[in-house]
């Protein structure tokens, strides 16, 4: 199974970053191979769609389920579009979500918001 | 002559100006391009309405054509599409209809389909044609229902005066872009002249001819005004604070149509705006 996080930075002890579609990196981690690797989060400074285009980036990289804070309402359609399971992560390490996420500790993601769309956050 | 009246917040008395310029220089033309909200038409109750509607293009996918090559989703500036289990995924609300996606499609399966976004509605009272654009609920950009808006509005001799959404992002400036003359419109508080000075900095940036209007006027302190003597900007009138032009314009009325007082204000105001365009249009020579 392949896991994917929205981190801040691309190193092991990154945390976890509040935005998933303007991530600066996301962690894959492969469940099988215990493999971790980082992939720039190239939708990041795009000015519209950033949702869409990382949720892209996570189906390309065959990812079965996304820990994530949070995630808009498009950047949802890609990611159920290709089965992928939403589970919502604790602030803190990207470890830590991890560990937690192998213990059976989570939650799935049901609050999906409507997106900001140049509206800022809420 | 086409007169825009903006301001950088709502509530600061675009319409209760707009209305009634247009109202007092028939024959005249009066543009809603408040496309989320707009009520201009409440004071004029237009009658001959005819309804109009407004579509933009998006793309349309022939799923047995597409062979999943991924140029659209690649080159689309805005990412609006996107490519999961052999399916092409189509985002209306991105989509700025540029139509880049379906020009680049190798396998000519995408095409561009109309979807109705609004509708404008232009009708008659007395000798004002009253042009309204109204932007359907969940839609995401009025823009090209005041494009059309502001096509449609086109005329040679009458004076069109443009009600323009409040702020200063860019459906005031689709608003304005047309416009010979900037009717910037504000009131006597801090947040006016802090709104005030971001739709100067538009207009600015446009390179428009503008003039100010204080509307809400009271004797003190007035932020706005200093605003404007501090950076030289015209003032071309001053609308008196005054519950009873509130209650009639509250109540859905043209106010120079009930009274001799607020008839002769806003014609001083109309002369006055009038008499600057013509000096501000007049070719320098």
Redesign the interface.
Same mark, same amino acid.
């Given at each position: 199974m392949k896991i994917a996080v929205p981190v801040d930075e691309n190193t092991q002890n990154t945390n976890v970053c509040v935005s998933f579609g303007r991530a600066p990196y996301f962690l894959f981690f492969d469940t099988k191979t215990k493999q971790t690797y980082f992939v720039h989060n190239s %939708?990041a400074s795009?000015?519209?769609?950033?949702g869409?285009?990382a949720?892209?980036i996570i189906?390309d990289n065959g990812v079965d389920v996304l820990l994530t804070p949070r995630c808009g309402e498009?950047a949802a359609?890609?990611l159920i579009? %290709?089965?992928i399971a939403l589970y919502k992560t604790f602030s803190g390490s990207a470890q830590d979500n991890l560990d937690a996420f192998a213990a059976d500790k989570f939650s799935e993601l049901d609050d999906i918001h409507a997106g900001f769309?140049g509206h800022g956050g809420k | 002559m086409k007169i825009a009246v903006l301001s950088g917040k709502g509530g600061t008395g675009k319409t209760l100006l707009a209305v009634n310029l247009a109202a007092l220089a028939q024959p005249a033309v009066y543009v809603d391009c408040d496309v989320e909200e707009p009520n201009g038409h409440l004071y004029f109750r237009p009658k001959h309405i005819v309804q109009k509607p407004v579509c933009i293009k998006i793309p349309q996918v022939n799923p047995t054509l597409c062979n999943g090559c991924r140029k659209c989703v690649e080159h689309c500036a805005f990412n609006a599409l996107a490519y999961v289990k052999d399916n092409l995924l189509i985002f209306d609300d991105i989509c700025h209809s540029c139509g880049l996606c379906s020009l680049l499609c190798p396998q000519k399966a995408l095409s561009e389909i109309d979807k109705e976004i609004g509708i404008i509605q232009s009708g008659r009272a007395d000798d004002v044609c009253i042009h309204t654009g109204i932007l359907h609920i969940g839609q995401a950009t009025g823009i090209p229902i005041i494009q059309n808006l502001l096509l449609e509005a086109s005329s040679a001799d009458a004076l069109t005066v443009i009600d323009c959404p409040p702020g200063s992002a860019c459906i005031v400036m689709e608003s304005i872009k047309d416009a010979d003359f900037c009717l910037l419109v504000t009131e006597p508080t801090l947040f006016g002249a802090h709104n005030l000075s971001m739709v100067h900095d538009l207009v600015t940036l446009f390179n428009k001819p503008f003039g100010v209007i204080i509307n809400k006027s009271i004797p003190g302190a007035n932020p706005a005004e200093t605003f404007c003597k501090e950076n030289n900007l015209p003032v071309l009138g001053k609308i008196p604070y005054d519950k009873h032009l509130s209650i009639l314009h509250s109540n859905g009325e043209i106010a120079v149509k009930h009274s001799e007082t607020y008839r002769a204000l806003f014609s001083s105001l109309l002369d006055a705006v009038i008499k600057e365009v013509r000096h501000e249009t007049a070719p320098h020579s």
């Open positions: %939708a795009s000015t519209g769609g950033a869409i285009q949720a892209q189906v498009q359609d890609v579009a %290709a089965d769309h | -």
